[in-house]
Nanobody, 124 residues
Framework: QVQLVESGGGLVQPGGSLKLSCVNSGRTFGTYGMGWFRQAPGLERELVAAISWSGLSTYYTDSVKGRFTISRDNARTTVYLQMNSLKPEDTAVYYC?????????????????WGQGTQVTVSS
């Protein structure tokens, strides 16, 4: 059984940086694509970034391109989200998710395992 545990969230000022980590236990980590979602109050959960099992393919939603970087360390069964130049509109609960496909997961339906989430608050 997959267990995803996120860490690294917190309070940061606008323009600051945070690095989220997600540790995966259970099934072979390197076989599946991974993603980071976020959900702000009153809004739907959105896919922020995704990475294929090889790490060679990535996806970013338009609002974070050039600011966020997703990466993975299959040896440590960990996926990261480096977030720079943070804005108040980035405030949300961030969720790590594992997909059931080997390629780049782009649909919410591609993901079948979720972490509990970590709060990111960007405020002065």
């Amino acid at each position: 059984q997959v267990q995803l545990v996120e860490s690294g969230g917190g309070l940061v000022q606008p323009g600051g940086s945070l690095k989220l980590s997600c540790v995966n236990s259970g099934r072979t980590f390197g076989t599946y694509g991974m993603g980071w979602f976020r959900q702000a109050p009153g809004l739907e959960r959105e896919l922020v970034a995704a990475i294929s099992w090889s790490g060679l393919s990535t996806y970013y939603t338009d609002s974070v391109k050039g600011r966020f970087t997703i990466s993975r360390d299959n040896a440590r069964t960990t996926v990261y989200l480096q977030m720079n130049s943070l804005k108040p509109e980035d405030t949300a609960v961030y969720y790590c998710a594992a997909s059931g496909v080997a390629g780049l997961p782009l649909q919410t339906s591609d993901f079948n395992s979720w972490g509990q989430g970590t709060q990111v608050t960007v405020s002065s």
